[in-house]
């Protein structure tokens, strides 16, 4: 069974530009989630998609990032325009459902903004 | 709000040593509680979980951790340390039932032969 895939695995950017990042979780997954991984500390849910509705983004800087889950499938993340304090492994990971099902990470894509 | 807490960021334990990596958490309901491991380069893995039922939860790789109410805490062990434990763990929680996961900062294990 392939796994949650995400591209690209690095990204280097300025200040100010923006980036995007892509997932595509296991088949049949409804549940879809970013989560932000800064450098010492563990990963913050950024949003979370039930097929392609959002379940919760309360935690994600609406005015620099946006996210979209395509088709329930397929989700992208965008960061415009991007800070510093944005740098960081941008996790994405799926469930079967929402309710304590086993979460799927993928490699994660490390963000560097200088 | 639930939130995790893991002491100590680094943790060095010889080979065969007892592995123990503490976590105590803060939640308003009974919560759901997991551990994952990130080797170098890979995404995290989940090790164990506990949602209901027994206390003592068995996990891959010889791992398992204890859910204690009263201390508020599930703490991580493996009796015998291996090489190919070294990586870092997470403690995570999650008390909406809605699979939030709230992660404490992790733990890096090191393996001394």
């Known amino acids: 069974e392939a796994g949650v895939a995400q591209s690209p695995r690095y990204k280097i950017i300025e200040k100010r530009q923006s980036v995007a990042f892509w997932c595509n979780p296991i088949?049949?997954?409804?549940?879809l989630y970013w989560y932000q991984q800064i450098l010492g500390q563990g990963p913050k849910l950024l949003i979370q998609?039930?097929?392609?509705?959002?379940?919760?983004d309360s935690q994600l800087p609406k005015d620099r990032f946006s996210a979209e889950r395509l088709k329930g499938v397929d989700s992208t993340l965008k960061i415009q325009p991007a800070k510093l304090e944005d740098s960081a492994v941008y996790l994405c990971?799926?469930?079967?459902?929402?309710?304590?099902?086993?979460?799927?990470f993928g490699e994660g894509s490390r963000l560097t903004v200088l | 709000a639930q939130s995790v807490t893991q002491l100590g960021s680094h943790v060095s334990v010889s080979e065969g040593a007892l592995v123990l990596l503490r976590c105590n958490y803060s939640?308003?309901?009974?919560?759901?509680l997991f551990w994952y491991v990130q080797y170098p380069n890979q995404g995290l893995q989940l090790l164990l979980k506990?949602?209901?039922?027994?206390?003592l939860v068995k996990g891959i790789n010889g791992f398992e951790a204890e859910f204690k109410k009263s201390e508020t805490s599930f703490h991580l062990t493996k009796p015998s340390a291996h090489m190919s434990d070294a990586a870092e763990y997470f403690c995570?929680?999650?008390?909406?039932?809605?699979?939030?996961?709230?992660f404490g900062k992790g733990n890096q294990v090191v393996v001394i032969p």
């Open positions: 506990y949602t209901t039922g027994a206390t």
């Open positions: 998609f039930q097929n392609n509705g959002v379940v919760d």
């Open positions: 995570a929680v999650s008390d909406d039932g809605n699979n939030r996961l709230a």
């Open positions: 990971a799926s469930s079967l459902g929402r309710i304590t099902g086993e979460l799927f």
């Open positions: 088949s049949g997954h409804a549940t």
């Open positions: 939640s308003s309901v009974p919560p759901y």
